[in-house]
């Protein structure tokens, strides 16, 4: 008898909220080479993606894609990340929203067709390509390139032809202020145009153009019977050919002048489009052989097969057939005697909501959380569809921007709206200078493409910016001091600001700790420890330095040859650190009885000190905070960050807090 061990239980925490997510492998839906993707326990619409082998370059895309999702219009939807995970080592992996459905592939099969969706008539089939190359058409706007596209990534439903984008998280995504390009790794060659057949997705930028030939190519198969478009009958004799080599070779046989190639015997008609339709797809896969910007666009996909899917006529036999009016007879008639009688629409059809047995659950041997799986099938989920369909894969909300990003203060808005306050309501020289710098950020806004992600979060910054803008030049004061007696003279502008107090003396000597005036903190607590504070309690302390990366890469910074470090820096005198934090924060500050913190980049060495020209501020609540975080950076004493046994340098965050 076999001893089956019970599933391993993992506990994970969201970022939005840090709740805790307890899974087991009871709630496994399926398993592949990279991930597991569970069932979210009391929340049905959610699934959990854990990958084997997490790492920072995967956090920094998927949080980029959570600042940024698409807009996508209606019939469309997409199976976008909702969440991130974290589990004690970092980030684990994240929530979307749950899909299901039967996919692309069912539909375009007459076979399956009929047992899936037996009144799925051929109209339906052109407005579920539609929908497709619009649902293409708003990742494209958003700035993402899809990259692996295939027939499997997309799920139809049955009644509406609604279609479902999955497996988000493999498509290429690129930061605008950063430069940087996650790439798209994966690739089927059947939907890979001719100029990357053979070239390694790891090593390659894709581009819009690429997708187009992919999207081409699914719109070909949904619209001929699932031919594929260089599917080709040769001469007898003749070599057979691999599709990778007919589209690397052009072999487009619709549109081919070569005698020797020709479409398979049992295709349907090239002629049985739509004419518009039929210039796009040459469009598509001769010119755009040889010049990849030919290839139509998604929008121009779905205005023509809106046009063809309204000029489709009625078959007299059979109301199922639909068939464009260019045609003198109808074609799926004619088809259905040449297949023996097996109507691809066959009459009569009652449509049913398909059901599917759940699969049995499969005992599973407890494994370590990071351990390779045994078998590297793709990551497949369990689809079957429960009413109401479209509920289930409509995403379920965004988390807001974060306050320092692309969609949060970064956002040109953000200086937009205070800059024309102060145009305003300023005089003078200060007048010229708002409308000045709101013409930059206008610029900014508008070249950039920054607008696309804004959000209501981005405009409520941006108004209570300018609100508080506003105030201020309208008063006439400077609100950086409670006590400052200054007010505005509307001849002579803001009198001048008093001689600044001198600063305190730093320590004469880094190396020696500052004199600790007051009681000692206790315990400093690390950023992982607030995140898992039932895991790990500590102490609240007065002052904090918080050592390491934030758990989350994106959120808080990058590091250098992240995915080669074994082991990261780690602070060596946290204690220290804090007092001198202490020493450096004003009296003045520190009475004004409010928490206050600083984020700094850091490149620490392999001797574990920070290099002089690796120390740049990020954000702060203050600039007392500021100050006296940059002046303890010469006492931060690290561990340095290992790689194959030997110390190297790498880029950290360190987080300074003073604790009211």
């Keep these: 008898m076999t001893d089956i061990l019970a599933p391993a239980t993992l506990v994970f925490r969201r970022r939005s909220t840090l709740e805790r997510l307890v899974l087991d492998g009871d709630l ?14 009391g929340d049905e619409r959610l699934v959990a993606k854990v990958y084997h082998q997490p790492s920072i370059e995967r956090a920094r895309k998927l949080t980029l894609m959570l600042a940024n999702p698409p807009r996508m219009p209606e019939g469309t939807s997409i199976a976008w990340p909702v969440d991130l995970l974290l589990h004690p080592g970092g980030f684990a992996g994240f929530l979307m929203p749950r899909a299901e459905g039967p996919r692309l592939f069912e539909f375009y099969n007459p076979v399956t067709r009929r047992a899936t969706a037996p009144a799925f008539h051929y109209g339906l089939l ?12 708003a990742l494209h706007a958003a700035g993402y390139v899809v990259g692996d596209v295939n027939e499997s990534n997309l799920l139809v439903h049955p009644r509406s032809a609604a279609v479902t984008l999955v497996d988000a998280d493999s498509f290429q995504v690129r930061d605008q202020e950063a430069g940087a390009v996650f790439r798209s790794r994966v690739g089927k060659a059947e939907f890979t145009p001719p100029e990357l057949q053979g070239v390694s997705f790891n090593d390659v930028d894709r581009a819009p153009e690429h997708d187009r030939f992919g999207l081409a190519v699914l719109l070909f198969l949904l619209l001929m019977e699932g031919t594929h478009p260089f599917a080709v009958r040769m001469q007898p004799g003749a070599d057979a050919l ?3 080599e007919r589209i690397r070779m052009g072999l487009f046989p619709h549109a081919s002048e070569d005698d020797d190639v020709h479409p398979p015997r049992l295709s349907p008609r090239f002629d049985t489009l739509d004419p518009g339709l039929r210039a796009l797809f040459v469009r598509s896969f001769v010119d755009g052989h040889a010049d990849p910007r030919a290839r139509p666009s998604p929008a121009e996909w779905a205005r023509a097969l809106e046009t063809a899917e309204a000029a489709l006529a009625e078959c007299a036999e059979n109301p199922l057939h639909r068939h464009h009016p260019h045609l003198s007879a109808c074609p799926w008639c004619r088809r259905a005697e040449l297949l023996g009688g097996r109507d691809p629409f066959p009459a009569g059809a009652v449509h049913a909501p398909m059901t599917i047995q759940p699969r049995p659950r499969r005992p599973r041997v407890a494994t370590p959380f990071a351990a390779a799986p045994a078998d590297p099938t793709r990551a497949a989920l369990r689809f079957g569809v429960r009413p109401p369909f479209q509920g289930l894969i409509q995403p379920t909300g965004q988390p807001a921007p974060a306050v320092w990003s692309p969609s949060g203060m970064r956002n040109p808005l953000v200086l937009l709206l205070p800059a024309l306050a102060v145009g305003l309501a300023g005089h003078g020289f200060l007048s010229l200078v708002g409308f000045v710098v709101a013409s930059l950020a206008l610029g900014r806004l508008v070249l950039m493409e920054s607008w696309r992600r804004i959000r209501p979060a981005t405009v409520v910054l941006a108004a209570c910016a300018a609100l508080f803008t506003a105030s201020v030049v309208g008063l006439g004061f400077d609100p950086a001091s409670d006590d ?3 007010y505005y003279d509307y001849s002579n502008g803001y009198a001048p600001p008093a001689e600044p107090a001198a600063p305190q003396e730093p320590p004469a000597d ?5 004199p600790a005036d007051e009681t000692a903190p206790p315990a400093e607590r690390s950023m992982l420890d607030v995140l898992l504070a039932d895991l790990h309690a500590a102490p ?6 918080d050592p390491g990366p934030a758990p989350v890469p994106g959120d808080a910074g990058v590091l250098e040859d992240a995915t080669m470090v074994d082991k990261l820096p780690a602070l060596d005198n946290p204690g220290e650190a804090g007092r001198a934090l202490a020493w450096f924060y004003p009296d003045a500050a520190r009475a004004r009885a409010t928490a206050d913190s600083a984020m700094l980049w850091l490149h620490v060495g392999a001797d574990g000190r920070v290099t002089s020209e690796g120390r740049q501020l990020i954000r702060s609540t203050s600039g007392d905070v500021a100050a006296a975080a940059l002046a303890t950076v010469p006492y931060l004493h690290y561990q340095p960050a290992m790689r194959n046994g030997d110390p190297v340098g790498v880029w950290i965050t360190q987080r300074m807090v003073i604790d009211p």
Aim: aromatic share 4%; proline share 14%.
């Design 484 to 486: 400052d007696d200054r």
């Design 242 to 244: 691999p599709v990778e």
């Design 126 to 137: 052109h407005r579920a390509g539609r929908n497709l190359a619009e649902a293409f058409h």
């Design 28 to 41: 496994e839906i399926g398993a592949g080479g990279e991930a597991v993707v569970y069932e979210v326990p």
């Design 510 to 514: 880094p190396a020696v700790p500052p």
């Design 540 to 545: 609240p302390s007065h002052v904090v330095a």
